[in-house]
């Protein structure tokens, strides 16, 4: 999902001005600053082109979905006319009696669902009262190999999360083709979805085949405050019906064109994608650049030219550097979605091939790069969500995770260690940024665990964002940036168009990067902690002359058993390294040196992400070069003032 994103709010606003609350802000900065891809990919579907290669590998093989569908918009009703053919083909081991439906507008069916409860919003995006209810009502659903509307039996008793019972069972390798006919109504835009005015976001829109697992299962989920979504690979063509003045961005590239009576038919075709949206609204301006072979096509309201300028170079530099990273991306065409300020609830969102943007270049003048880090996260779900199609509502943290670890090494690959904040002489990095607010949930429990079981927005975003993505930058500092890169990039080509879980990474680690480190990342995710600290040293006389032997006594809290670094100061200056690197809790260490031991300092490079308290991390020695933590309130503040005037 998407970046979380906070909307402007007087709270804010005030808060930030006592330094009291500048911890606050530092978690809203980050909410900004961490996550939010917004990559949209439009998929070019042209057969006509087949000569390239990207095109041969998106039609390689078919998924077993393909949603066939036309789109009437009624901007006045905010609502979309659906009606087309769903196939599907069971490609699961086992015969299925019956489907399942997300019908994930009906839970905008009722203002005070607990999707929009504003206190489970607290920290992540939404939270704003609904004021135009939506829903999904499907008028039919007729599978035509049974003969038979399958909708009038469907189990509705969990609205989003509709089972639909089948006459007979479908065996592996048979496919059903419904005719179905619905109206989707949008709701006002709190979360992602709806319409602001006249600017329509038309996400989730769709009654919407859950996954079928390899063993038969269902992936089927209800849509709650944190789900987001799962689905097979497919092909979809979309006919968006809009008002002619309206401008679309969808999924796909568009095919055909035409326009008749006041109304506009923009044809769509995308392949081996998991899911179809679009955007449409008559004050889009549009600006496009090729990015290689691949157009890059930003949609933007009138006055904002400069940011999405930004915007577009930016999607035009992580394209080239995530495709390096993570195995070339697959589709022609992106498309990058900008809202108007107040459908800013749009923003910050991932789709196949088209992203949601948001934000304001005003910080850049104060060295604040919120909009690149935005851009950079939701292009990097394009891979870690959108080619590597993971189980978001299972397993959240995998794909935030990686979003995040993905951004983060872009940024700082692209601007060194101010990767966010660089005036007043003040440098934060990303990475500092994710950091601080992983060791605010330290204790909270496992990375990898259903959506629905976070209780609010600060437990969402320092586990399913900051944390996984720090845990797997600690282990490349630890272990190499080069194995963890080795690693990552095996697991999104060994994982392209396919659906892993953490094991799967987990595994690749283990291959590239080593056991220990596969141990420590699956550990991590279960929720395992590090605290190291040097808990005495000694030194006596040796038995030759100018010989001095020493012992440093160090200890571990948490089970995240990771090597740690000593340097030794002697005081004769030498300075020498030890590195504990064996499971337990505590360890004693020997050293030799040619003088008494001075000092010992804990993790001298700064390895250690996940280490809790850097106060207790030396003994004998000043304490440790002041990082910014102390100023990160600081920072933090003049970001959030930046961001949200
Ligand atoms: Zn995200």
């Not at 083709?177 to 709806?194: C, D, H, K, Q, Y």
């Not at 909009?371 to 978001?392: C, K, M, R, T, Y």
């Not at 670890?405 to 260690?417: C, F, P, S």
């Not at 200890?555 to 030890?578: D, F, H, K, M, N």
Request: glycine share 10%; no cysteine; charged share 25%.
């Amino acid at each position: 999902m998407a970046r979380p994103r906070t909307p402007p709010t007087h709270r804010a606003r005030l808060a930030h001005r006592a330094l009291g609350h500048a911890l606050r802000l530092a978690v809203a900065g980050l909410l900004v600053l961490l996550a939010g891809v917004l990559a949209g990919l439009a998929e070019g579907g042209s057969s006509r082109t087949a000569a390239r290669g990207h095109e041969r590998e998106v039609t390689a093989r078919r998924g077993p979905v393909r949603y066939t569908l036309e789109a009437r918009l009624d901007d006045a009703r905010h609502e979309v006319h659906g009606r087309g053919t769903i196939e599907w083909r069971n490609d699961g081991a086992i015969p299925q009696r019956e489907l399942w439906l997300h019908a994930y507008l009906e839970a905008f069916r009722d203002s005070r669902a607990p999707l929009l409860e504003p206190d489970m919003a607290r920290g992540f995006r939404g939270g704003a009262a609904l004021t135009h209810l939506g829903g999904l009502t499907v008028k039919r659903l007729f599978a035509r190999e049974l003969d038979v509307d399958l909708w009038p039996r469907a189990d509705r008793s969990e609205p989003t999360d509709v089972r639909v019972p089948l006459p007979r069972p479908v065996a592996p390798g048979e496919t059903l083709t419904m005719e179905v006919e619905f109206i989707a109504a949008l709701p006002s835009l709190v979360l992602r979805t709806g319409f602001a005015g006249e600017f329509h976001m038309v996400a989730q829109w769709f009654p919407k085949l859950a996954k079928v697992e390899p063993d038969g299962r269902w992936a089927h989920f209800p849509f709650r405050r944190f789900s987001e979504f799962y689905a097979n690979f497919g092909d979809y063509d979309v006919t968006v019906e809009v008002p002619a003045p309206m401008v679309v961005g969808a999924t796909g590239a568009p095919v055909e064109s035409s326009e008749q009576d006041g109304r506009r038919r923009v044809r769509y075709l995308a392949e081996r994608v998991h899911d179809f949206a679009f955007a449409a609204w008559s004050g889009f301006e549009e600006i496009r650049q090729m990015a290689g072979d691949v157009e890059v096509v930003a949609l933007f309201p009138r006055g904002e030219l400069e940011e999405a300028e930004l915007e577009l170079a930016t999607a035009e530099r992580g394209l080239r550097h995530y495709s390096e990273r993570y195995g070339a991306y697959p589709y022609r065409r992106l498309t990058l979605v900008r809202p108007p300020p107040e459908a800013s609830a749009a923003g910050g969102m991932e789709y196949p091939t088209l992203v949601t943007t948001g934000g304001s270049t005003r910080g850049r003048a104060v060295g604040v790069r919120a909009l690149e880090a935005l851009v950079l996260h939701e292009l990097a779900h394009q891979w870690f969500q959108g080619i590597v199609a993971s189980d978001e509502n299972r397993s959240p943290a995998l794909d935030e995770g990686l979003a995040t670890y993905a951004e983060i090494e872009a940024m700082d690959a692209m601007w060194g260690g101010a990767s966010v904040f660089d005036a007043l002489g003040l440098r934060v990095s990303s990475e500092a940024v994710s950091r601080i607010v992983a060791k605010g949930v330290a204790g909270g429990g496992p990375l990898d665990r259903p959506a629905e079981t976070h209780s609010d927005g600060r437990s969402y975003v320092g586990l399913v964002y900051a944390r996984p993505a720090t845990l797997l930058r600690m282990l490349a500092k630890i272990y190499g940036e080069d194995a963890m890169r080795r690693a990552l990039r095996r697991y999104a080509s060994e994982q392209r168009f396919a659906h892993p879980t953490p094991s799967d990474l987990v595994e690749v680690v283990r291959r590239e990067v080593g056991e220990q480190a596969a141990i420590a990342l699956r550990r991590g995710f279960e929720g395992a902690r590090l605290d190291a600290r040097v808990v005495r040293f000694a030194s006596r006389k040796g038995s030759s002359r100018a010989s001095w032997e020493g012992t440093v006594a160090v200890a571990r809290e948490g089970s995240l058993e990771v090597p740690v670094e000593l340097e030794i100061w002697a005081e004769s200056g030498a300075r020498s390294r030890l590195v504990w690197d064996a499971p337990g809790s505590d360890a004693s260490l020997e050293w030799r040196g040619d003088s008494p031991i001075a000092a010992v300092v804990l993790d001298p490079e700064g390895k250690l992400l996940l280490d809790e308290q850097r106060r207790n991390d030396s003994r004998g020695a000043p304490r440790p070069t002041p990082r910014l933590y102390g100023f990160f309130g600081l920072a933090l503040s003049v970001v959030a003032e930046v961001l949200w005037p």
